[in-house]
C-alpha cells in the first residue's frame, strides 16, 4: 500500500505569505505527527493528531502555525506570514498507535520550504 | 524533558569496516527507542525499534542496536559497512507514545 504522502515536496515563498502544507497519512492509520527539520540538525515536534482530535500542540513555535485534520484522515499545516526562520523542512508521519499500540511511525518524504 | 544525545555530528568509515554510532537518552523510565536513516532529500526511514524484551535489537540493512539501561544507551552497530550506507542517522525515543525525540544526527561517510 501506499506510504505517507506530503505536498508540495518543495515550497518557496516570499516574507509574510501564508502557506498550506498537505500530508495524507498511511490509511486507517489513528495518529498523525508533524515535524520540523532545520537544515543539519534532528526533526523537532509540532503537533499531534489522534483521529481529528488535535492532542498536542505544544511544539508549534509560534501563533503563526496552525495545523487541522477535519476528518481524521488528511492533514494541513498552515502557517502564515513567513518568516525566513520558518525555512525547513516539514515532516508528516502517521501511525496507527492508541495509548496501548505500536509506537511505530511511518514518515513521508517531507516539504521543503524555503522563505526568501 | 527528555533529551537524545548523539555524540558524533559526523563519522567516516572505509567500506568494509564495522560501525558504531553512538546514542544516550535521558529519561526517567525506559523509552521506546528507535533508529532512523535519512538519505539526502528523502524522509526517514526505520532501521529498528525496541520496545521491550531481548536488548539486541535486529534491523533491516544487516544494523543492529542494543539497548543498556544501565548506561541509558542505545549504539546502532553494523559489523561490515557498505558504501550505500552513506547517509545520516538518527536515534529518536518515544515516551508516551505521542512524540519522538530526536538525536542531532550523526552523518556517515564511507571510504572506498
Redesign the interface.
Known amino acids: 500500500g501506499a506510504g505517507v504522502s506530503q505536498s508540495p515536496r518543495y515550497k518557496v515563498a516570499k516574507r509574510g505569505q501564508d502557506v498550506a502544507l498537505r500530508c495524507d497519512p498511511i490509511s486507517g492509520h489513528v495518529s498523525l505527527f508533524w515535524y520540523q527539520q532545520a537544515l543539519g540538525q534532528g526533526p523537532e515536534f509540532l503537533t499531534y493528531f489522534q483521529n481529528e482530535a488535535q492532542l498536542d500542540k505544544s511544539g508549534l513555535p509560534s501563533d503563526r502555525f496552525f495545523a487541522e485534520r477535519p476528518e481524521g484522515s488528511v492533514s494541513t499545516l498552515k502557517i502564515q506570514r513567513t518568516q525566513q526562520e520558518d525555512s525547513a523542512v516539514y515532516l508528516c508521519a502517521s501511525s496507527l498507535a492508541d495509548v496501548t499500540g505500536d509506537h511505530e511511525q511511518f514518515f513521508g518524504p517531507g516539504t521543503r520550504l524555503t522563505v526568501l | 524533558a527528555q533529551s537524545?544525545t548523539q555524540p558524533d555530528i559526523h563519522i567516516t568509515v572505509s567500506e568494509g569496516a564495522s560501525l558504531e554510532l553512538r546514542c544516550n537518552y535521558s529519561y526517567g523510565a525506559t523509552p521506546?527507542l528507535?533508529w532512523?536513516v535519512q538519505s539526502p532529500?528523502?524522509?526517514?526511514?526505520?532501521l529498528l525499534?525496541y520496545?521491550s524484551g531481548d536488548t539486541l535489537v535486529q534491523g533491516i540493512k544487516g544494523f543492529e542496536a542494543e539497548f543498556k539501561r544501565s548506561q541509558s544507551s542505545f549504539n546502532l552497530r553494523k559489523p561490515s559497512v557498505h558504501w550505500s550506507d552513506a547517509a545520516e542517522y538518527?536515534c529518536?525515543v518515544?515516551n508516551a507514545?505521542?512524540?519522538?525525540?530526536?538525536?542531532?544526527?550523526t552523518r556517515l561517510m564511507v571510504k572506498p
Do not use: H, I, R, W
Not at chain 2, 41 to 46: A, E, F, I, N
Not at chain 2, 97 to 105: A, I, P, R
Open positions: 537524545v521506546y528507535f532512523y532529500g528523502q524522509g526517514l526511514q526505520l525499534k520496545f538518527f529518536a518515544d507514545g505521542n512524540m519522538l525525540t530526536f538525536g542531532g544526527g
